[in-house]
Nanobody
């Protein structure tokens, strides 16, 4: 497994942007598929985006497509989530996770970070 630590969350006004980072430990980072998920109060954790070890293999949830950008830097063992045009509906705790499966299902992910809070004010 790989250890993951998220950062970059905070409070932002609607229409603003934030960039989340997720730093990983472990020499096999580049072989993992990495995902971002989020969980709003009272809701289930939901898929946001994922990226394969080849950075051209990417998928997004419909709710964030064209607004969020996932990327990774294998040399830095870090995955990023650039979030643009944020709305209050994006308010949630954001988690990064790692898996060896091309999946959007939370149970397929083996390693999780502790999460970072993103709050979007109207």
């Amino acid at each position: 497994q790989v250890q993951l630590v998220e950062s970059g969350g905070g409070l932002v006004q609607a229409g603003g942007s934030l960039r989340l980072s997720c730093a990983a430990s472990g020499r096999t980072f580049s072989t993992y598929i990495l995902g971002w998920f989020r969980q709003a109060p009272g809701k289930e954790r939901e898929f946001v985006a994922r990226i394969g070890w080849r950075t051209t293999t990417i998928a997004y949830a419909d709710s964030v497509k064209d607004r969020f950008i996932i990327s990774r830097d294998n040399a830095k063992n870090t995955v990023y989530l650039q979030m643009n045009s944020l709305s209050p509906d994006d308010t949630a705790v954001y988690y990064c996770a790692a898996t060896n499966r091309w999946s959007r299902t939370t149970s397929d992910y083996d390693s999780w970070g502790q999460g970072t809070q993103v709050t979007v004010s109207s």
